[in-house]
Structures are given as C-alpha cells and as structure tokens.
C-alpha cells in the first residue's frame, strides 16, 4: 500500500510520521519544536527526510502559510514563524516527489475524505485555535484562488477599527472568533487584562453568568462569520476543528444559520479527522486519494 513521509509544520511545533493511503497513521508520531531561525528549521525538515524517507513512497508536507497551487512552495509571509521561512526551497529536501499544502487546506480535505464531511462535494473547515485556519472544498476539489491563498478568515465583522488583527488590518473574523480573540473579548467585558480563555471555557462551564455573557459574546461572532460564509458558498457542511471546535454547540449554530441565511439549509458539525488532520490531508493529497490520480 502507498505511504507518505507526513511532516506538519506549524510555528510552535513540527510534527511526522508515516501515514498511509487510507490516512492512517501507521508510525509513531515525532514531535519537535519549531526553531526559531530559518537554518534550524532546514536542518530539522532534513533529518526527518534522511531518517524516515525509506519508508514512504512521496513526502507529504503540511505547512502554515499560504502555498502556491503547484504545491510546490510558499506564497509569502506567514507571521508566526522564521521570517526566511518562505523562501524553503522544499522540492530540494528529498530525491522523492515533495507534495506542499497549507495546513488548513490539508485538514480540510482529510475532513473530506475520511471525516465529517465525507462524500459531500461542497464544504468549509474552519479552525478555531490560537487563530483561525480556514479550508474550502467545492465540487470535490479544494478552492486555492489564482494563485493559492484563497480560504484567508480575514473578512471583516465591523467597520470601526475597534480590533486589530494579526494580519495587520483591523476587525477580521480571526480577531474576534480566535481563542486570542476570545481573550480580547472577555478582557473588554470583564475588565479583567488577565483574564484566560480557561478561565472563559471554566466558567461557562460552571454556569457562572459573567463567563457565560463572554462565552455567548464569542459564539454570536463565530455565528455571524457562519452565515457569511453559508451565504457565499452555500455548502451541504460547515466543519468546526480545531481546540476550541470542542467547546461549540453545532446544534445551535446550525439551527441559527438556517434561520438567517438567504441560500439553502447547511448543517454544523465538528471535524472528527483528529488532531493531526494536516498530516492525513497532505499525505492524502500527495499519493492522489480523491484527485483521480492526477497529482
């Protein structure tokens, strides 16, 4: 059976392992830490290669940024990594085909294949995280845009400049429906500058009335950001991933959106493809597994 060298980089850590063309993971799973300079993230990416690249037929990369629809390299800065990082040189890693994917794009098509929305030809993955990934599949095929950094959850919630955003523009869905958008909102409302999203999930949890109006503030802006997003592209799913998908309530976002929306009924559900879903995609991706063979 076909296997890739799934390798998920991220700005805080860097996961591989072998997965196979069912997406299973059929190896230990490594763990590293990003490091912080452009070097050490090459030599890192090389000695996962030398070590395991025996043992795949392709190598499989799932990324943070933007990658370009050759899949061959990234498109530009991504903000929470080593600034030269964009300039990886990945098809010079191995003397195997490399296959290069967003790591957002990844998780959504493995949600697609063997996850929540398996066997439905139209679907959104949104992570919800420290920030917000975002993943679009339309007729079966992931929506890269015309050069590949389509699914951006940049659009904006208000017009008012009262959040800036990590990308640097002001009042973006990520601002508000992140966990550090969650932080921002509970620390207007509380008053509190040290209150934690812990404290946040904690209370609401318990039933506590200030943490439960922050926790509602929250999901009211991921909702709004739903019925966007099912007005543009009317698709049969919307899939919530991500540590904080955990703390949503599908059943009430879907009852909401179809009572907003202008387009057909869509359903809420959370990613069951697991945490390491961008390594699953991407190895997915690179030996074909829904592409017809074509990549």
């Known amino acids: 059976m076909p296997k890739a060298l799934a390798i998920d980089i991220g700005g805080t850590k860097i996961y591989n392992s072998i997965v196979n063309e069912k997406g299973e993971i059929i190896s230990e799973i490594e763990k590293h ?129 009262h959040r800036k955003c990590t990308c640097g523009s002001w009042d973006c869905f990520e601002a508000y429906a992140s966990g550090s958008g969650l932080k921002k909102t509970a620390e207007e409302i509380s008053k509190n ?3 934690t999203t812990y404290d946040v999930i904690g209370g609401w949890q318990k039933n506590d009335n200030l943490m439960t109006e922050i926790y509602k503030k929250w999901e009211n802006d991921i909702l709004e950001g739903l019925i966007g997003l099912a007005n543009i592209f009317d698709p049969d799913v919307i899939v919530l991933s991500g540590s904080l998908a955990e703390f949503t309530n599908p059943e009430y976002l879907t009852e909401t959106v179809n009572k907003e929306i202008v387009t057909t009924p869509t359903k809420i559900v959370k990613g069951s493809a697991g945490n390491y879903s961008g390594m699953i995609g991407a190895a997915l991706l690179a030996l074909g597994v829904g592409l017809g063979g074509d990549k």
């Open 33 to 161: 830490h990003t490091p912080k300079t452009f070097e050490e993230i090459k030599e890192i990416f090389k000695e996962i290669i030398t070590a395991h690249e025996n043992e795949a037929d392709v190598i499989a990369i799932s990324t943070c940024g933007a990658v370009n629809n050759s899949n061959t390299g990234i498109l530009g800065s991504t903000g929470n990594i080593a600034k030269e990082y964009p300039t990886m040189d990945f098809m010079s890693l191995s003397k195997k085909k490399v296959f290069v994917e967003n790591d957002a794009n990844a998780a959504a098509w493995a949600e697609h294949i063997i996850g929540s929305s398996k066997g439905l030809p139209t679907s959104i993955m949104i992570t919800l995280g420290t920030g917000v990934g975002g993943g679009l599949i339309l007729n079966n095929r992931i929506f890269k845009g015309k050069n590949g950094a389509a699914g951006e959850m940049h659009f904006k919630m208000r017009t008012d400049k």
């Open 193 to 195: 500058p040290n209150i």
